[in-house]
């Protein structure tokens, strides 16, 4: 020990050179310790990530993976923290003074962008999880969760930087009761369709994909999204057509998607020579139906003489096919409407078309007009 002053002083010159260079020194120093504790985290949490991929489930690694980024950033953030405290003590310059605040905010946003990683990767876990399993996935339904939580995180860490600021949380919150009435009115509408986006989300009258109208309003087409504001919906037309979310809560909405069948009603109009025939008609035309290989018999089917038109006998022809989507619907309707137009044919009747009889007597006209001539003739 009595050999350690000798040996430590052998060192000074080196101070020596230090003392005017420390505060680059001490940067260059936190920028490698930094550099090498990334290094070090992300080769742990890469070794542990690996680890825990042989398992199945693949939600225990979900929380590492999503804040992987945000702990290396962190890792930066205090870094370049005690490097600008160092640059403070040697230059004193205004900017680099007093940066706890501006650290504790970088945290937090950190803290907040992890959340919401976290949120994004959960709900892509819980679709696939649910795939493989071969069950039914809500996507309506996991997407109005996952928005909800974002907007939980957000104002969080809102609150918490109001906070950081010094500024009064609790009196914004009793502040909020009286605001909150001034608000309600100036964005009523905004809060109409925020609720009508709620509405949409939890009673699910309709989902990304549906096709859906109204009998209400000139409202038609495939839904292609649903927001926090408005439903965008592609017309027949292939326009865009932009509905508030509000106006759901006030109309009638139909959603042909969830039919159990769909309905072929028509008439046939027949000629009134026909009449005879019609009864033979209807009854093959039932026949037929009921060993379709498209027509549910289990549903009514109605094949008779409905109304006595201005220039034919209409039948009615009403059945309900299995299939609900249009481009399986309409061969059916069509092959039906054939198969009919054939059995009119074979019973040796006809379609009726618009006419018109004028009727005219000549003999009676004479009648009258003879006596009238003849009195004419007498004078």
Not at 327 to 347: C, G, M, S, T, W
Request: hydrophobic share 45%; charged share 20%.
């Amino acid at each position: 020990m009595k050999h350690f002053p000798a040996w430590f002083s052998e060192f000074e010159p080196l101070m020596a050179l230090y003392k005017p260079y420390d505060w680059l020194i001490d940067s260059v120093g936190i920028v490698l310790f930094a550099g090498a504790l990334n290094l070090v985290v992300g080769r742990v949490l890469k070794f542990t990530i690996h680890k825990l991929d042989r398992r199945k489930t693949g939600w225990d690694d979900l929380i590492i993976k999503s804040f992987v980024p945000p702990l290396r950033l962190a890792v930066w953030i205090v870094a370049a923290h005690y490097m600008l405290g160092i640059w403070y003590a040697e230059s004193k310059f205004h900017l680099f003074k007093d940066l706890r605040g501006w650290r504790d905010i970088a945290l937090i946003l950190t803290f907040g962008w992890g959340m919401i990683r976290l949120i994004h990767r959960g709900e892509a876990q819980y679709i696939a999880d649910r795939k493989r399993r071969k069950k039914k996935v809500d996507l309506m339904t996991v997407t109005a969760i996952t928005k909800i939580l974002n907007i939980t995180i957000l104002f969080g860490i809102g609150l918490t930087l109001l906070q950081n600021f010094g500024i009064s949380i609790s009196g914004i919150l009793a502040f909020g009761g009286l605001g909150g009435v001034a608000v309600g009115f100036a964005a009523k509408d905004t809060l109409a369709n925020f609720f009508g986006a709620m509405m949409i989300y939890f009673d699910k009258p309709f989902k990304v994909g549906d096709w859906i109208r109204s009998p209400d309003q000139e409202i038609e087409g495939e839904v292609e999204h649903i927001g926090w504001r408005m439903t965008t919906i592609r017309t027949p037309e292939k326009r865009p057509l932009y509905v508030p979310n509000g106006v759901f809560s006030n109309i009638s909405v139909e959603n042909p998607e969830r039919m159990t069948h769909r309905r072929i009603k028509t008439h046939l109009g027949l000629r009134y020579r026909d009449l005879d025939k019609i009864p033979a008609i209807c009854e093959a035309i039932r026949a037929m139906l009921r060993v379709h290989e498209h027509i549910d018999n289990q549903e009514k089917i109605i094949v008779n003489l409905d109304q006595f038109n201005s220039s034919s006998c209409d039948v009615l022809l009403m059945c309900f096919t299995q299939h609900i989507g249009m481009n399986d619907f309409y061969p059916v309707k069509h092959d039906v409407l054939l198969r009919a137009a054939q059995i009119v044919e074979q019973q040796g009747a006809a379609f009726a078309f618009p006419t018109q009889t004028q009727h005219s007597d000549t003999d009676a006209q004479a009648q009258v007009e003879a006596p009238v001539a003849s009195v004419h003739l007498l004078s």
